[in-house]
């Protein structure tokens, strides 16, 4: 299946070949290991705050059970920023992925712990259909290989393990260990566990393009200038 929309994967290109390392602010109410992340802010209003830090894209967490998001709250989020936007939530349907793109969101999330190989295969194909990219993410060898024979133009490291909510304590170590299986020319993208501008060069030099990262800019003093650290010039600070 041709990829038909690269519009997230080449926002975060386009800054990773300007020689500044992308960071994806991943907005979310909360998380279960980390309580209220919001702290009654809005999400939108974070939202613009990151886009005029400097982000080119914007995650935010759709799942309602553990981490607290909604869909209307994506839907408002993707009509408030002029930037491609990616849903996170536990997809295993198709109707979840038609409400994804109704939303007006760019790119969506697949986890390959959560779906069997045919269902993963099945949620890509179609996810292109609709025009959305998919970020495939994974969280060990045996998942990359799963899907090293597809044409993906974006593969997730997910540094902890989302089937225990993240509350594992993983870090960037497992984007070291695992970078090397993912297909050449794909954006590697390093999710979770990212608190320092250290964490983005171990990251950075492991062979990652991007990071994503969403409780440590949630929980910084000033978001906007976490936000800017995180996002240094790779070569200079990294």
Known sequence: MKIRNRDFSSALWKQY????????????????????????RSPVQLAKIMVEAGAQVISVVTEKEHFGGSLPILEEIVRAVSRPVLRKDFINSRQQLRETAHMGAKAVLLIASMLQKEQLYELIEYAHILGLEPLVETHNEEEISLVTELDLSMLGINNRNIIGMETDGGNVKTTEELAGWAKSGTLLISESGIASPRDVKRAAQAGAHAVLVGTAILQARDPAQMYRDLNTMRGKGL
């Open 17 to 40: 070949h300007s020689g500044r390392m992308p960071v994806i602010p991943d907005i979310k109410f909360r998380s279960p290991g980390e309580g209220d992340l919001l702290q009654g």
